[in-house]
């Protein structure tokens, strides 16, 4: 069980008390007892729970010598100061740009821009203009995972070639993906690195506008077609100029500041979210929306998911169990199924507490292939089941973030390809999610 560390601030911003262990960190950072504390994260979370007078809590990474601490900090404000509750969740070794010999490989030519990862696909170069003008800041994406970069889609045959170049070691082009901060559609090509061992050391690759898409045949001028030009550019923009104020691109700001752009950030991507969640509505209510019928691997699918959703399953403090490796042949399309079970996944992440897991499991039944998403979350009423595949319905419509479409798309989806969507809950005892597909 992860021990919780206390310590109390006055209104000056001076550390009065602290458990040993936190007292420790805050030392090595350059702070003491009765100095203000020395933890830059930790500041500014005591400076702005102080100022707003209510209690924030935020998972936050700080540095301790060679040493990351993954966090989640509380601070409670009241008429003597703030106090404070640490929780470290995860201890692992400082990020450092990797030093010593790798292949020299030249980025892709042609490319807007370019970029290269380490072997644990972590951004250590960002290079060119058209990345700031893509919204990209370099130093915003160094150190970051490239999946927190680029949000990575899958190819016309499904797969998705970049996570495959790099189990294969190999060179990989065409990846179609989406800018993380701006939602613009992209394409990516890479050159793998390999380190004076012949291991995998990383990509050398380079980012292509993606080429635009035409409008489906009796469809222009639908809400869809005019997103990015009415909705998604100016969101990217403003998700883009919040990330720069936030990282403070242009020198030191007032920290308060930097976490309201941090919100506004936040806040902008989610808006995006819903911009994608609409596209999709319009799409599957047209009578003319039709989905493929291909033979896939309904298991492969969701571990694919699964790695998609893995950097923001380990900031939230979740692991995903992602089930045996045995194949699950089924029918539907590819990037649709994926669709339903990233949906799937990352709600079950989002509900389930710090330290749960959300378990991955496939079964067959009869002629169906089954794949099961469950957590151990705060669980579905039984009056609230069936609502919560409605349009804009969700169990809680108070709670911050959603839109209360994800679920009804991923039913209608699952239903389009001739299968279904149901759950299986009960308050306080977690929820399975059950997508069942034609088998093949």
Known sequence: MTAILAARVDEAGRLLSADDALAAINDRAGGAVGRRVAVPQVAALV?????????????????????DLDCWIAATPDDDGVALAVSILRERPAWRVPVGPADAVPPPAGADWTWETDGDLRIVRVEGDGALAAGVTPADALGQAATRVFALLPAADGTVPMIEAMAERADFAAQPATLAATGVRVLLAGSARSDAAGGFAGFVGGTFAAPEEPAPIGVTGTFNARLERILRAPLGRIVANADSINARADGPIDPHYADYAADIAQAGRHLLGLVDDLADLEAIEREDFAVEAEPLDLADVARRAAGLLAVRAAEAGVTIDRGDTTPLPAIGEFRRVLQVMVNLIGNAVRYSPRGGTVWLRFRREGGRAVAIVADRGRGIAAADQARIFDKFERVDPGEVGGSGLGLYIARRLAQAMDGDLTVDSAPGAGSRFILSLPGA
């Open 47 to 67: 400076r702005l729970a102080r100022r707003l007078g209510i209690d924030i809590a935020r998972a936050t990474t700080i540095a301790d010598g060679e040493t």
